[in-house]
């Protein structure tokens, strides 16, 4: 009697197991190859006005890359404590997004160019549990929806309407955040996204440990299982490719900041910030090309 116990509560378990698995197969999303990103070269960046982020420009046609940094950030948004600009993004009917944070204080904010020229901003009232940090926005490629990353060890990234692209915002209104991007495993430190696709993304992370993903300051890809709709969360699995170029002619830390993917050409680009003095001298735009 008491192994035909021990055997059924075996059959009992195996097919316990048999079902979570299942669930566990069926909530995660769909697999996708990971890429080879190849290193073409690179270019100087400068510390005061290359070294937070950067956007590829479609509208105007012809119009010069977008980059943020200390010295980019006007007097006006300063003085307002705003004192922090992430990785820019912009959508491709022409809207220019910059996020940026306080050092303390209850919001975040996106400050907006439009096609025309005309500058606006929108704050988002912080959330619980939200953090206080703003380091990057990504704009998905059919322009209503927009993610936005926190710093530190997440397993989320947030969903925004597109201020100044989506109609139900307004910056006489508080930006809401209207979903999650649930991942499957936890980043640090993510400094930038941007779209490759409708649903998959490459990032750069400062990680500086190297725990996660037995890499320090990794290039990501995040897949999703659906496109960002504003209404309902999606999963994101994600991808170490390789490590970031660490290079310089000084020793010591480096900082993965913010990227860009043009579609138009399919380079990818990343900035490397150089240790110590050589900040100065030999911090990098790295360029790839999908192989």
Not at 191 to 220: E, H, M, R
Not at 241 to 263: H, K, M, N, V, W
Request: charged share 15%; glycine share 10%; proline share 6%.
């Amino acid at each position: 009697m008491a192994l035909r116990a021990r055997q059924r509560c075996h059959a009992v378990l195996t097919g316990l197991v048999a079902l979570a698995t299942t669930a566990v197969l069926a909530a995660a999303p769909p697999a996708a190859a990971a890429d080879t990103w190849t290193e073409v070269g690179s270019d100087r960046a400068d510390p005061l006005t290359e070294s937070q982020g950067l956007t590829s420009v479609e509208v105007p046609a012809g119009g010069a890359n977008r980059y943020t940094g200390i010295g980019t950030i006007p007097a006006s948004v300063s003085s307002r404590g705003w004192n922090h600009v992430g990785d820019p993004d912009a959508s491709y009917d022409g809207h220019y997004i910059e996020p940026y944070q306080a050092d303390s204080g209850t919001a975040k904010m996106f400050r907006v160019q439009a096609p025309g020229g005309a500058w606006s901003e929108y704050v988002h009232t912080l959330g619980g549990g939200e953090a206080l940090n703003n380091s990057w926005v990504a704009v998905a490629p059919a322009g209503q929806w927009m993610l936005a990353g926190e710093y530190g060890t997440m397993s989320r990234l947030l969903v925004f309407p597109t201020p100044g692209v989506n109609t139900s915002t307004s910056p006489s209104a508080n930006l809401p955040r209207v979903s999650t991007v649930n991942l499957d495993h936890a980043v640090r430190d993510v400094q930038g996204c941007d779209f490759v696709t409708a649903t998959q993304l490459l990032c750069s992370s400062d990680d500086p440990a190297g725990t996660l993903f037995g890499i320090t300051k990794p290039l990501l890809q995040i897949d999703l299982s659906a496109a960002p709709n504003g209404t309902s969360d999606v999963t994101g699995h994600v991808t170490a490719l390789r490590q970031l170029p660490l290079r310089s002619g000084c020793s010591g830390t480096f900082e993965a900041e913010g990227i860009d993917y043009d579609r138009r050409s399919g380079t990818l680009r990343v900035i490397v910030v150089s240790p110590g003095f050589c900040v100065l001298t030999d911090s990098k735009t790295y360029r790839f090309t999908k192989s």
